[in-house]
């Protein structure tokens, strides 16, 4: 676990995801819902081009980590971009937000049901 590592990012000028994807071999599932759930899934709406490029990185960082770690990791992260553009807005049903507590749980529940499939695009 890392949780005591988080405090670098505050120290240095990195993204609590670049910290994170550096040690992305001891990070765990609970570690990685929390930057998945502060993750800006918006970024690419944005009309700051900064913005864009933080968020772009960013997304390809936890992509990386999520293809890295395996399919637990994989499906969580899908979850959390189903819930993001799930709804009224989109025109579809909304999709649940992922639980903060229990993750592991949670993501081996759906694994078991298999109620959640991957979309078609790579992570």
């Not at 553009?85 to 507590?101: I, L, Q, S, V």
Request: glycine fraction near 6%.
């Amino acid at each position: 676990m890392l949780t005591a590592g988080w405090i670098e990012p505050l120290i240095t000028n990195r993204t609590a995801i670049e910290w994170a994807f550096d040690n992305k071999d001891q990070l765990t599932l609970d570690e990685f819902n929390r930057l998945l759930a502060g993750f800006d899934w918006f970024y690419s709406y944005s009309d700051d081009h900064r913005v864009w490029e933080r968020g772009n990185r960013n997304s390809g960082l936890l992509k990386v980590i999520a293809k890295s770690r395996g399919l637990e990791f994989e499906i969580l992260m899908e979850a959390w971009r189903k819930h993001h553009f799930t709804g009224d807005y989109w025109g579809n049903e909304k999709a649940p937000r992922p639980p903060m507590e229990h993750i592991d749980v949670w993501v081996k529940l759906i694994q078991q049901s298999q109620h959640l499939t991957l979309w078609q695009t790579p992570l």
